[in-house]
């Protein structure tokens, strides 16, 4: 059974830093494309950041320079450091597992259950 377990969210400050971590568990961790996604009230999800299984990082650009995503694929975890934060970072986050796959045939794709991160102004 495939799980992914978020922790780390909670309430902050305007400014202040935040760090969430995501367990993985029933996957061959270090095959997966490993992100975090968010998504608002009244708002679609969204890509924060990606950490490909070949070691590449992709972030969306409304926190470069302020988010750090990481894994440790020996603890079967990904990481999302969040300094700086602002009002307009508060969502749920979810950690999003993907597996590629050849041409035709779907991504393997699992969610966490997410965890809410609420910035006060």
């Known amino acids: 059974q495939v799980q992914l377990v978020e922790s780390g969210g909670g309430l902050v400050q305007a400014g202040g830093s935040l760090r969430l971590s995501c367990a993985a568990s029933?996957?061959?961790?270090?095959?997966?494309?490993m992100a975090w996604y968010r998504q608002a009230p009244g708002k679609e999800r969204e890509l924060v950041a990606s950490?490909?299984?070949?070691?590449?990082?992709n972030y969306a650009d409304s926190v470069k320079g302020r988010f750090t995503i990481s894994r440790d694929n020996a603890k079967e975890t990904v990481y999302l450091q969040m300094n700086s934060l602002k009002p307009e970072d508060t969502a749920d986050y979810y950690c999003?597992?993907?597996?590629?796959?050849?041409?035709?045939?779907?991504?393997?794709?699992?969610w966490g259950q997410g965890t809410q991160v609420t910035v006060s102004s």
């Open positions: 029933g996957i061959i961790f270090s095959l997966y494309a």
């Open positions: 999003n597992a993907e597996l590629g796959a050849p041409p035709g045939r779907r991504p393997v794709n699992y």
């Open positions: 950490f490909s299984a070949g070691g590449s990082t």
